[in-house]
């Protein structure tokens, strides 16, 4: 089955310094991406998506994503982070495994943006 | 556009008691999913349906869990008898069609305790 680590539990960042997330990949084939990011209470929200073309992604609220296939790695990133950032974020690859498109997401990175 | 709508919000049983959960997805979708989300975990698929047919539901316990979408609209998730072990969020999410996976629009969830 494909799947995606997200290495840290608690990303914390100071207000406008540059944020990164982790998450590396796990599949056979070429890989899906996706993040999305979970407020408190909220439903998660699609942030962007890597399906092919150019390594850097870019989506939502200034959020980017850097594909590296030689590292298997998907990481999230934004220049400069505000307050409002300040939320659970996933990492999920699309899982063909069992003949379905499911997503398969990690377990998630909660960010803290210091003000 | 409405979102997803989803409730309760938050519901509190006793063990072996039943519930049942309510969702209403984004009009015109035709792909519905049902998530479960516990504490410091992903979202977990539990069951997929494409218009009121079951895509994948590989992953529901069926020997307590039941879920249907009668008229391709709206949905109900059913425990039955619950377990401490599914204390967790329930989420619901919807997207245009199954080719449009990666792009899911997500509720609020529903908060579940079972004491």
């Known amino acids: 089955a494909q799947s995606v680590a997200q290495p840290e539990d608690q990303v914390n960042v100071a207000e406008g310094n540059p944020l990164t997330v982790k998450c590396t990949y796990s599949v056979s084939g070429n890989p899906y991406l996706f993040w999305y990011v979970q407020y408190p209470n909220r439903g998660l929200q699609f942030l962007l998506k890597?399906?092919?073309?150019?390594?850097l992604v870019k989506g939502s609220y200034g959020f980017e994503a850097e594909f590296n296939k030689s590292q298997t790695s998907f990481h999230l990133k934004k220049p400069s982070a505000l307050v409002s950032d300040s939320a659970l974020y996933f990492c999920?690859?699309?899982?063909?495994?069992?003949?379905?498109?499911?997503?398969?997401f990690g377990k998630g990175n909660q960010v803290v943006v210091i003000p | 556009e409405a979102g997803v709508a989803q409730s309760p919000r938050y519901k509190i049983i006793e063990k072996r008691q039943s519930v049942a959960f309510w969702c209403n997805p984004i009009?015109?979708?035709?792909?519905l999913y049902w998530y479960q989300q516990i504490l410091g975990q992903g979202p977990k698929l539990l069951i997929q349906?494409?218009?009121?047919?079951?895509?994948?539901d590989s992953q529901l316990p069926k020997d307590r869990f039941s879920a249907e979408r009668l008229k391709g609209v709206d949905s109900t998730l059913k425990i039955q008898p619950a377990k401490l072990e599914d204390s967790a969020v329930y989420l619901c999410?919807?997207?245009?069609?199954?080719?449009?996976?990666?792009?899911?629009?997500f509720g609020p969830g529903t908060r579940l305790t079972v004491t």
């Open positions: 999920a690859v699309r899982d063909s495994s069992y003949g379905n498109n499911r997503l398969a």
């Open positions: 009009s015109g979708h035709a792909t």
């Open positions: 999410a919807s997207s245009l069609n199954r080719d449009r996976s990666y792009e899911q629009y």
């Open positions: 890597y399906i092919t073309g150019d390594n």
């Open positions: 349906f494409q218009n009121n047919g079951v895509v994948d």
